[in-house]
Structures are given as C-alpha cells and as structure tokens.
C-alpha cells in the first residue's frame, strides 16, 4: 500500500509539472525615429530605424512568434512588421496597462512579442516580473531586448542587444 501511495504521488508531481508552460514574452522599444519633420506626434522610422527593424528578424531567428503587439504609432507597427511578416501573424494594437500586462499572462505556453516605448517597455518587464526591476530606457536606447519567461509562479529576464 505505501509503494502505491508513494507511486500515486510521484505521477500527480509529474503530471503538473508536464501541465505548467513556459511563456515567452519579447519587449522591444520601437526603432530609430525619424526626427526630421518637428512637433511630429507620429513620426516613421529613420533609415537607421529600418534597419533595425529588419534586424530584429535575425535577432529572434531562435524564435517561434505566436503573436506581435504593437502600441498604435507609426515606429512600433513599423518595428515589428518585418518580423510580423516572417510568421504571417497580424500585428495586434494595444495599450500599455496592467491589464494588458495580465493579459499576455493568460496566454500559456506562446511566445509574444510586443513593440513599445522607453517608459513602457521597462514597466512591462516589470508587470511580467511581478517586480520593480528596471527604470525608464534613456531616450537614446534602442538595441534592446527584453526576453520574459514565465514558467508557472518563475519568471525570469533577459536583457539581450541587436
């Protein structure tokens, strides 16, 4: 009776274990602006922008997206198209929040990337962590890449460069 005890536990352990999928989520700040035009409130991306963008695309070639996020300006669909385009997947339009933050929790065992701002892509990271890990990025900062992954109540971060 108590190997069948000892048995029935060690495959309940299993089985959640088996259950819990790992999450990955890849912030990213929106490219190069193009800071020709002044006062423009919805600028394309720079030469240098562009290039970037299409550089992502190598930057995640490790990478299967399930899913691409982009806050509704020019520079963040822009940002992510090129990779969009890769995995044929239609860049989606939110809004940064909590709530978004809890949504991108919910969906299980995907891999997401989301294009954002200097103070949203951090808070993001944060809101994914469930901490205050990381402050604003410096507005001249745009080669990184944050890489979330949750695994149940785990979560850990990567800060990568492209």
Do not use: C, W
Not at 104 to 127: D, E, F, M, R, W
Request: aromatic letters at 8%; charged letters at 25%; proline letters at 3%.
């Amino acid at each position: 009776m108590k190997k069948l005890v000892v048995l029935f536990v060690t495959m309940i352990a299993f089985a959640s274990i088996s259950f819990a999928q790992t999450s990955t989520y890849i912030l990213v700040r929106h490219a190069e602006k193009d800071t020709s035009i002044k006062n423009n409130p919805d600028p394309a991306l720079s030469k240098q922008g562009e290039q970037r963008a299409i550089n992502l695309v190598d930057a995640l070639k490790n990478y299967t997206i399930d899913a691409v996020y982009s806050t509704n300006y020019i520079r963040t669909k822009s940002t992510v198209t090129p990779v969009a385009k890769k995995f044929e997947k239609e860049v989606q339009v939110y809004t940064p929040s909590k709530a978004f933050a809890e949504q991108l929790l919910q969906q299980k065992g995907k891999t997401i990337l989301v294009a954002g701002h200097s103070n949203t892509v951090p808070a993001l990271a944060n809101a994914l962590l469930k901490e205050q890990r990381f402050k604003d990025l410096d507005d001249a900062v745009y080669n990184k890449i944050f890489i979330v992954t949750v695994n149940g109540d785990k979560a850990d971060v990567k800060v990568l460069e492209y």
